[in-house]
């Protein structure tokens, strides 16, 4: 446990902290990542909803490993692509589906450590491997219906149509660059909320965890 402990202190850097991931902590991450994964399928760990959450944390960076597999590729043999901005943007997608899921991952685990450490016995049945299913199966559906919102949205501006205004390829490529950029500006405030509320997540947790070893202590 402190192994995954460890673990999720890496991710809430790379995600949470730092601005954009870069090639070292991405790096980290998917070592992590591995790591994180062969320990979950020890006996030793138990299958407890947090568990379950790691697990899905864990293997969200697949998006990763795809998307640096993919570059490496298409670096190595040239590979022409059409239209030429489709690839790039693809990958650019999975980068951000990775880190969406993660931050929402990493949020769920917050709030559970919140829930154990103020209400242990009010939360407990909300705190179930059922339910930490069900939340992670929501968070891949929801990033995954916004990966494909904003790959039509780039595979619409990359074809350049010139169809008329009132046709039906119009009107989608209008609606979906609106509701993409209507996202997009979504996501950015909700990854500053994200941020907010974790600090006071474990600032809270921090302080009561202090206040209950001064209690030991006196």
């Not at 943007?89 to 450590?113: F, G, I, P, Y």
Request: aromatic content about 10%; charged content about 15%; overall charge positive.
């Amino acid at each position: 446990m402190k192994d995954l402990r460890r673990y999720l202190v890496l991710k809430y850097i790379q995600y949470l902290v730092l601005s954009s991931s870069n090639a070292v902590s991405t790096f980290l991450g998917l070592l992590g990542s591995s790591y994180a994964i062969i320990i979950l399928q020890s006996a030793k760990v138990s299958s407890k909803s947090t568990a379950v959450l790691i697990s899905s944390l864990a293997k969200a960076d697949i998006l990763v490993c795809i998307t640096v597999v993919s570059a490496m590729v298409l670096w190595a043999f040239d590979a022409r692509v059409s239209p030429p901005a489709l690839a790039p943007a693809l990958l650019q997608n999975l980068l951000t589906a990775n880190a969406h899921v993660s931050c929402l991952l990493l949020s769920c685990v917050a709030c559970e450590a919140y829930l154990i450490t103020f209400f242990p016995t009010e939360s407990r049945h909300l705190r179930t491997v059922r339910n930490a299913r069900l939340t992670s199966r929501i968070i891949w559906m929801l990033v995954t219906a916004e990966c494909a919102l904003f790959q039509t949205d780039d595979l619409l501006k990359a074809t350049g149509t010139s169809a008329p205004t009132r046709s039906p390829c119009a009107l989608l490529s209008h609606f979906s660059s609106t509701a993409s950029a209507l996202l997009r500006s979504l996501s950015y405030f909700l990854g500053i909320i994200l941020r907010i509320v974790n600090v006071y997540i474990y600032y809270k947790i921090f302080f009561r965890s202090r206040d209950n070893v001064s209690l030991k202590l006196t």
